[in-house]
């Protein structure tokens, strides 16, 4: 028996940052997001030879050890498998389990795509489809979260967990106490069409932790930074403008808010941007491109762009020729996946 899962990639559209806290708590926050066909796998191979094997292989990481009910975390290895694993023997109290866990990725860690919390939704997937566990779509989320941010103590906001289970255009409030909503969007197949056919992500080739970004987000917010929380206010209503023009077509809105949500996620933090990405941001909109931002939390990973369906090429040539990667992606309506492979008889 093999049981795969996979969970897409998440592109920010606007009011990413509000959902880290104590900004939601204090003053509640809204995000704009939308899955994409970019994905993290895993797969689970059972086994009974008494051993936990973890292989990740686009991160080059291998760990094995005898089976056992709670694993010593004792670096940064494998951290989100660790973490997972751990979390599921005890939530749910089950016994030492023997398998072989294989793992990776579409997009490297620091993409700003949000792929360590894509994972341990994956992995949690893939677990929860092997043991049969009694996990909803907010509950999965919610422990994928609770995973990263309190067991293993990583720094981040709450979208990426939530855009992982669920897939597709989302508007998603936060609130204290860890509240979130999810509103799926019944975005038509025409807009849809539309917005990828304008759709460029390039990656810079400097992959950042996130971490120490939204360390600064935080401390400023706690010191009621006026210019960080003007900012960070600013881009909970650009997510409802977003919604709005979203749903209405408004092609020009988006954009113009895509820009301006950029502007407004440089007020959080010093290190969101840097000379290289403004360098970057102005080529690309001096060569065709009618927005752009960085996606995620900031200082590296991937820049995405909007421009028209019929600029996209040309536009797109001329990034290759610098030394980033470019990547024309679709969207993805499905969230988090799994199914199971039995052997042949």
Same mark, same amino acid.
Request: aromatic share 8%.
């Given at each position: 028996?093999?049981?795969?899962?996979?969970?897409?990639?998440?592109?920010?559209?606007?009011?990413?940052?509000?959902?880290?806290?104590?900004?939601?708590?204090?003053?509640?926050?809204? !995000?704009?997001?939308?899955?994409?066909?970019?994905?993290?796998?895993?797969?689970?191979?059972?086994?009974?030879?008494?051993?936990?094997?973890?292989?990740?292989?686009?991160?080059?990481?291998?760990? *094995?050890?005898?089976?056992?009910?709670?694993?010593?975390?004792?670096?940064?290895?494998?951290?989100?498998?660790?973490?997972?694993?751990?979390?599921?023997?005890?939530?749910?109290?089950?016994?030492?389990?023997?398998?072989?866990?294989?793992?990776?990725?579409?997009?490297?860690?620091?993409?700003?795509?949000?792929?360590?919390?894509?994972?341990?939704?994956? @992995?949690?997937?893939?677990?929860?489809?092997?043991? =049969?566990?009694?996990?909803?779509?907010?509950?999965?989320?919610?422990?994928?979260?609770?995973?990263?941010? #309190?067991? +293993?103590? +990583?720094?981040?906001?709450?979208?990426?967990?939530?855009?992982?289970?669920?897939?597709?255009?989302?508007?998603?409030?936060?609130?204290? =106490?860890?509240?979130?909503?999810?509103?799926?969007?019944?975005?038509?197949?025409? @807009? %849809? =069409?539309?917005?990828?056919?304008?759709?460029?992500?390039?990656?810079?080739?400097?992959?950042?932790?996130?971490?120490?970004?939204?360390?600064?987000? !935080?401390?400023?917010?706690?010191? %009621?930074?006026?210019?960080?929380?003007?900012?960070?206010? *600013?881009?909970?209503?650009?997510?409802? #403008?977003?919604?709005?023009?979203?749903?209405?077509?408004?092609?020009?809105?988006?954009? #113009?808010?895509?820009?301006?949500?950029?502007?407004?996620?440089?007020?959080?933090?010093?290190?969101?941007?840097?000379?290289?990405?403004?360098?970057?941001?102005?080529?690309?909109?001096?060569?065709?491109?009618?927005?752009?931002?960085?996606?995620?939390?900031?200082?590296?990973?991937?820049?995405?762009?909007?421009?028209?369906?019929?600029?996209?090429?040309?536009?797109?040539?001329? +990034?290759?020729?610098?030394?980033?990667?470019?990547?024309?992606?679709?969207?993805?309506?499905?969230?988090? %996946?799994?199914?199971? !492979?039995?052997?042949? #008889?």
């Amino acid at each position: 028996m093999i049981i795969n899962a996979k969970a897409p990639l998440r592109l920010g559209l606007a009011g990413g940052g509000t959902d880290v806290s104590p900004f939601c708590d204090v003053y509640g926050g809204s !995000i704009l997001n939308v899955t994409i066909e970019m994905y993290a796998y895993c797969t689970i191979e059972p086994t009974n030879d008494g051993k936990i094997v973890f292989d990740s292989r686009d991160r080059n990481e291998y760990f *094995e050890c005898d089976s056992t009910k709670k694993i010593k975390i004792d670096d940064k290895q494998l951290l989100l498998h660790k973490g997972v694993y751990n979390r599921l023997l005890k939530e749910f109290k089950l016994d030492k389990l023997s398998f072989k866990m294989t793992t990776f990725s579409d997009a490297p860690v620091g993409s700003g795509l949000g792929s360590s919390s894509t994972m341990v939704v994956c @992995i949690l997937k893939a677990f929860t489809e092997w043991l =049969n566990l009694p996990l909803g779509e907010y509950d999965m989320a919610r422990l994928a979260y609770s995973i990263e941010r #309190e067991d +293993l103590d +990583l720094h981040g906001g709450k979208q990426d967990q939530y855009a992982a289970v669920f897939g597709g255009f989302n508007f998603m409030e936060f609130g204290k =106490n860890n509240e979130v909503i999810v509103n799926p969007l019944k975005v038509k197949n025409w @807009i %849809k =069409n539309e917005i990828e056919s304008e759709l460029i992500l390039y990656y810079t080739g400097t992959s950042r932790e996130s971490a120490k970004i939204i360390d600064d987000q !935080i401390k400023s917010t706690k010191k %009621k930074n006026k210019k960080s929380l003007e900012g960070m206010m *600013e881009l909970k209503q650009g997510a409802v #403008e977003m919604k709005n023009a979203l749903l209405t077509a408004n092609f020009n809105k988006i954009s #113009e808010l895509l820009n301006k949500g950029w502007e407004s996620k440089k007020k959080m933090a010093k290190t969101i941007s840097n000379p290289e990405i403004d360098k970057l941001y102005d080529f690309i909109i001096k060569n065709g491109a009618k927005a752009a931002k960085i996606s995620g939390a900031g200082g590296g990973g991937f820049m995405m762009i909007l421009c028209e369906p019929k600029e996209r090429y040309s536009l797109a040539e001329k +990034l290759r020729k610098l030394d980033g990667i470019v990547i024309v992606p679709s969207l993805c309506e499905d969230g988090a %996946k799994a199914w199971t !492979i039995h052997d042949e #008889e």
